[in-house]
């Protein structure tokens, strides 16, 4: 069990923005369309990055009891992957939630809630 620690701790990080964007409309609640294009490039992008990144020998897998062990690639772990999603997804979250905070998206709404 201890092999899959860092997955089940990336899932529940990704489970957890999954809850902050529905709560506050972020990312897919407030656009599934547009989002389920930008997350999937933005990760095949940093895919893409690791790949020639381990090509030239700059990245490497290391060794630890919390990871599966499960590679999709030369030195590159399935974890890597859980962690680009929640990479991904978290940037677009706080991107967002700064926009509509800067925007004022969010005193407005409780100005009206009041």
Request: with cysteine.
């Amino acid at each position: 069990m201890i092999g899959f620690s860092y997955l089940i701790a990336l899932s529940i990080a990704i489970t957890g923005m999954v809850m902050l964007d529905r709560r506050f409309g972020l990312f897919f609640w407030r656009d599934w369309r547009k989002a389920a294009v930008v997350l999937p490039l933005g990760v095949a992008f940093f895919l893409v990055w690791d790949v020639f990144g381990i090509a030239l020998g700059i990245f490497f897998r290391g060794s630890t009891n919390f990871m599966t062990g499960v590679l999709i690639g030369p030195e590159l772990p399935i974890e890597e992957v859980f962690f680009l999603i929640l990479l991904c997804y978290n940037t677009m979250n706080a991107y967002l939630a700064a926009a509509d905070w800067l925007g004022g998206r969010w005193r407005r709404t409780r100005a009206v809630a009041s």
